[in-house]
């Protein structure tokens, strides 16, 4: 099992930049498809970005693309989402998400997702 921990959330104006962090611990997350997920208030949980185990594959969500940029370090056990441009309807949770690999990768559905973080929080004042 592997537990997951987010950190650098807060509140930024928008054009402005942030760095999420996601700390694992329990297992290397190079066992694991690691991605990020967000949900606004009243909103379903939205696919954000994704990584394969050891960084070869990315994916990201029309709506942040160009603007955000996923990486992983497997020796420190720790997952980065970069967001730039950041715009209001960017403000949401954001879920750091581990996959066990599989062979169809179906990246985007969270229901695909073993294990989850707790959230951080993201607001992106106009």
């Known amino acids: 099992q592997v537990q997951l921990v987010e950190s650098g959330g807060g509140l930024v104006q928008a054009g402005g930049s942030l760095r999420l962090s996601c700390a694992a611990s329990g297992r290397t997350i190079s066992n694991y498809n690691m991605g990020w997920f967000r949900q606004a208030s009243g909103k379903e949980r939205e696919f954000v970005a994704a990584?394969?185990?050891?960084?070869?594959?990315?994916y990201y969500a029309d709506s942040v693309k160009v603007r955000f940029t996923i990486s992983r370090d497997n020796v420190k056990n720790t997952v980065f989402l970069q967001m730039n441009s950041l715009k209001p309807e960017d403000t949401a949770v954001y879920y750091c998400?581990?996959?066990?690999?599989?062979?169809?990768?179906?990246?985007?559905?969270?229901?695909?997702?073993?294990?989850w973080g707790e959230g951080a929080l993201v607001t992106v004042s106009s």
């Open positions: 990584i394969s185990r050891f960084g070869g594959t990315i």
């Open positions: 998400a581990a996959a066990v690999p599989r062979l169809r990768w179906d990246y985007s559905d969270p229901r695909g997702v073993n294990y």
